[in-house]
């Protein structure tokens, strides 16, 4: 449509322009017969001043011969006729003169004119022109923004559909190769389900002593598959209809109470006067109306009550809906029961005279309303007895007829509708006639309007009921009766009631087996943390490592320990034997037993550097450095104490602080070198991820910046090829301009011809 539109456009511009340039070749010769008539205008006035001039010098030549003639008159005489004759002629050739000036003069001024008006009627056709030409031109420019537009939008759409159009190729492929592969897997499966369903029907034929679905009978007593999605749907439906049947409860109460009323004060007043027996007697069974009203509401409580989630719930489980319809047949009795007197009670009034004509006819309408009302209700109640059968008695309602049933149900709520509509209708008439009535009081004219609240109240609440009714008439004719799977339908109420036992000891035993998931972590929250996981369980591994190597220098300190008992035990006697000979030679012998001592310690820490095997051999040198200086300490040290238990105590002591302080410094550094170790597996084991990461991100940078050069090639082929396009399209509208202007030439030349 557009690009038809711009092609009108088009052609409207050229033929605009070769009009405008036709205007403009119309004007140009215009200009030049003007530019002519100038000229000629010019050389008329130069000939009509040598004209002038002549006749000037003829005056003056005229005026001289007669002054001439005045002395000569004798010549005058001799030559006047030759005089007069030349004036004669001259004369003649002035007057020519003067009437050529005259009529150039004239067609000087009418071309002037009729050039004067041309020039401005060209001027305004050509603003005129010029004016549509720019708007042409506006529109052209806006159409050509709006097509550029387009054609962006397209070249971008077709972009779009290339690359979508390449992604569907792929993914057929992967189809094709799948559908390859499933066939496979469908050929084996056959295979497979052939050979197990040959030895299932061998099982069974040898193992299964009946097939239950094959009897209706028995196929009753299966559980059906339970759809928790219709027994929600037909839970909201009963709670709806529970709402709506009690605000029809309500509204029945309120008119047969506000009824009761009005009998008591029209057309006799109780209060003033006595009532008729057949009024009282009326008045009376109203009186009873919640004691048949009320058990309506509850049937309905009970039917809504009985549908769960977990039951099946359908018309031959429906029980509680015997309940709803026993109470609806004993309203129907009280209906039937109040009719005679209500009908009485009418034609009562119509026969007083206060009863006028218009009020007479309408009392006659509700007479025959009010029979109307209970015929539709003996309906009602003859069609929820019979959706009551399949519950009690299976065989006095087919299954085909369910349909039938609800359909008839749903005509009857619109029939008792509309008979409320004619009985509002016909009841506000009345209310406003007995308003006119001379005994009409305050009292009366309330009561009417609490009826016709009623009455109103009571024709909305079956309207609504109606329209629910209509609108999920499928639902229910679907959804009230299906039965076990592969069978026609229930049996019989007492198959019915043995099925939901079962499905209760079914619901009970799988409630038995589930058992609750165990908690786990989310999979988003695990791939988040997929890192510190890997961190967190490198560093696992190394505190594992950690507690395995502490261990092992557990189990070594324990053996160096039991081995530094017992150097301990060997010194402690060596001691003791040594004390015994400084006992006995205290003063001789002070020297030896200080060079024992001090190559006890010696032989001490050779020992336990024996027993160790640590690698650390700087540790060793610093500890051999140490302990040249202590010995050299020691012996400073025994030089100056006197007493040989003093030098004891101070070597002692001296040992286990430099022992003390040499033990912290190991477990240090030992401590340090593990931390250490543990943050550069760590730190490697990161930087083997990042390195990773990296590879697969540099082949995602390669994939784009492939995908974004191919992106571009097609983008140039594109281009390329809608300008092409492009001018191939301009060319052609071109040419079709061209043709249509020598066809449109032909068509004028033909008519010009006929004409």
């Not at 000939?47 to 003639?69: F, I, P, T």
């Not at 004369?91 to 003069?105: A, F, G, T, V, Y």
């Not at 030098?647 to 240090?668: C, F, G, P, V």
């Amino acid at each position: 449509q557009l690009r038809a539109q711009n092609q009108v456009l088009k052609k409207g511009v050229v033929d605009e322009q070769v009009n405008s340039a036709s205007l403009k070749e119309q004007l140009k010769m215009k200009d030049q017969s003007l530019r002519k008539l100038q000229q000629e205008m010019d050389s008329l006035t130069f000939r009509n001043q040598q004209l002038a001039k002549r006749v000037e010098l003829l005056q003056d030549e005229l005026a001289l011969s007669e002054a001439r003639g005045k002395k000569n008159k004798k010549s005058a005489e001799s030559s006047s006729q030759l005089s007069q004759e030349q004036k004669s002629v001259f004369n003649e050739d002035l007057q020519k003169k003067i009437e050529e000036n005259e009529r150039l003069h004239i067609l000087f001024f009418e071309a002037d004119e009729q050039h004067k008006r041309l020039e401005a009627e060209l001027r305004t056709r050509l603003e005129v022109l010029e004016t549509d030409a720019a708007q042409h031109q506006a529109v052209v420019d806006s159409l050509t923004r709006k097509y550029m537009d387009t054609i962006e939008k397209l070249q971008n759409d077709k972009a779009k559909l290339e690359i979508k159009s390449q992604t569907l190729e792929r993914e057929a492929k992967d189809c094709r190769l799948r559908t390859e592969e499933c066939q496979q897997q469908l050929k084996n499966l056959q295979a497979a389900l052939g050979t197990r369903l040959e030895e299932s029907l061998c099982i069974i034929n040898e193992k299964v002593p009946f097939n239950d679905t094959r009897s209706n009978r028995y196929n009753a007593l299966n559980v059906p598959l339970h759809n928790r999605r219709h027994q929600l749907k037909l839970r909201d439906l009963a709670g709806q209809a529970l709402a709506f049947v009690q605000e029809l409860v309500t509204a029945l109460l309120n008119f047969h109470t506000y009824t009761e009323q009005k009998v008591q004060i029209f057309p006799v007043d109780s209060a003033t006067d006595t009532i008729s027996p057949l009024n009282q007697k009326f008045s009376q069974y109203l009186h009873e109306n919640a004691s048949y009203v009320r058990p309506l509401e509850e049937g309905m409580l009970q039917l809504f009550e009985s549908i769960t989630e977990d039951t099946v719930t359908v018309l031959e489980t429906a029980v509680k809906l015997k309940a709803f319809s026993e109470h609806l047949a004993s309203y129907l009795c009280f209906l039937r029961k109040i009719l005679p007197y209500q009908l009485k009670s009418l034609e009562e009034e119509c026969e007083s005279s206060l009863c006028t004509a218009a009020l007479r006819a309408r009392n006659m309408e509700l007479h025959r309303d009010m029979k109307r009302l209970t015929a539709v209700f003996e309906k009602l109640h003859t069609y929820v007895s019979l959706l009551v059968l399949p519950s009690t008695k299976p065989e006095g309602l087919l299954r085909t007829n369910y349909n039938l049933v609800f359909k008839n149900i749903a005509t009857s709520l619109h029939g008792f509708h509309n008979i409320l509509k004619d009985i509002s209708k016909h009841y506000s008439q009345k209310a406003s006639l007995e308003q006119d009535v001379p005994t009409a009081t305050q009292k009366l004219v309330t009561t009417n309007d609490c009826i016709l609240s009623s009455v109103v109240a009571l024709t909305n609440g079956v309207g609504k009921i109606a329209s629910f009714f209509s609108n999920n008439l499928d639902h229910f004719t679907t959804s009230l009766s299906y039965g076990p799977k592969g069978g026609t339908d229930f049996i019989s109420p007492f198959s019915a009631e043995c099925m939901l036992q079962y499905k209760k000891k079914a619901v009970a035993y799988m409630k038995s087996l589930k058992k609750p998931c165990a908690d786990s972590v989310p999979y988003e929250e695990a791939l988040a943390n997929r890192r510190v996981l890997l961190s967190s369980t490198e560093s696992r591994e190394g505190l594992a490592q950690q507690v395995q190597q502490s261990l092992e220098k557990i189990a070594k300190l324990e053996q160096e320990k039991e081995h530094w008992m017992l150097e301990a035990q060997l010194a402690k006697i060596k001691l003791e034997k040594e004390n015994q000979k400084l006992k006995n030679s205290l003063s001789g012998h002070l020297t030896e037993t200080t060079q024992e001592r001090s190559v006890l310690p010696n032989v001490a820490e050779q020992k336990k550097e024996t027993t160790e095997k640590s690698p650390r051999e700087p540790v060793k040198s610093t500890i051999f450095s140490l302990l040249n200086i202590n010995i050299c300490l020691l012996k400073f040290l025994l030089c100056q104490a006197p007493d040989a238990d003093s030098r004891e105590d101070l070597i002692k002591n001296h040992y286990m602080a430099r022992i003390a302080e040499l033990t912290s410094h190991l477990q240090l550094a030992d401590s340090k070198s593990v931390h250490f170790h543990a943050e550069c597996r760590a730190l490697a084991k990161r930087l083997s991820l990042a390195e990773k990461s990296k590879e697969s991100l540099t082949e995602e940078l390669k994939l784009a910046s492939q995908n974004i050069s191919r992106l571009q090639a097609s983008k140039m082929l594109n281009d390329r090829s809608y300008e092409d396009q492009l001018s191939m399209m301009s060319d052609h509208l071109c040419s079709m301009n061209e043709t249509l202007t020598k066809q449109r030439e032909e068509i004028d030349t033909l008519k010009m011809t006929s004409k």
